[in-house]
């Protein structure tokens, strides 16, 4: 079983790569922003909860995202590995997965964290406000906030991989070919 982890800021192109990382090596992308925002859109408990944190750019709790992703998880014993993309977001997130995964027998194989600069992800999240619909990437004051709790409470959860080994840095400029190129290149590499 592979388990990647897909780290980065807001803008990265986590989303982006992780469709095409599915494809590659069929694995189930599990994105816990997409299962938030599919609960907003169906109004569920979660969804409303989720909401108010999500629109000011503020993590969702702790124990809310764990429980929720750890479900999902459960959904698809089929999967021949996962994409955890935006999980987890925190050190303790980052612990609950590895204690998760351990009891399933299982384990992440791989981080890998894409590194693109605050300029160049303001510009991206401006651009896909245009036509994403996502409030949270409309409003600069929000876009701005979501990066500011990237860098204070999501950026150390890489420790905790670099730690185990299994931290790889990914340059995430460049078109959209390039960089999966250097995702898939990691991945081979370290899956022989
Ligand atoms: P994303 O689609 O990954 O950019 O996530 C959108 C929003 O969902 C984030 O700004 C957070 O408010 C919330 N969210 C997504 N994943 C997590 C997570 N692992 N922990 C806490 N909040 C999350």
Not at 94 to 120: C, I, N, P, W, Y
Not at 124 to 140: N, P
Not at 144 to 154: A, D, K
């Amino acid at each position: 079983m592979l388990n990647i982890v897909l780290f980065g800021p807001p803008g990265a192109g986590k989303g982006t790569q992780s469709q095409m990382l599915v494809d590659t090596f069929s694995l189930h992308h599990l994105s816990t922003g997409d299962i938030f925002r599919f609960n907003i859109k169906h109004e569920t408990e979660l969804g409303k909860l989720a909401k108010s944190y999500i629109d000011q750019g503020n993590l969702v709790p702790d124990e809310v995202t764990i429980n929720m992703l750890q479900a999902e998880v459960e959904k698809h014993p089929e999967a021949k590995g996962f994409i955890f993309d935006g999980f987890p977001r925190t050190t303790n997130q980052a612990v609950a997965l590895d204690r998760f995964l351990e009891s399933k027998g299982t384990s992440v194989g791989l981080m890998l964290a894409l590194q693109v600069d605050e300029d160049e992800l303001i510009k991206r999240l401006l651009l896909r406000g245009k036509d994403s619909g996502r409030a949270d990437d409309s409003d600069e004051s929000v876009i701005r906030n979501r990066i500011r709790v990237y860098n204070e409470q999501t950026a150390v959860a890489a420790d905790f991989y670099a730690e185990q080994g299994k931290f790889h840095a990914i340059n995430g400029v460049g078109n959209i070919d390039e960089i999966f190129n250097r995702l898939r290149s990691v991945i081979v590499e370290q899956s022989k």
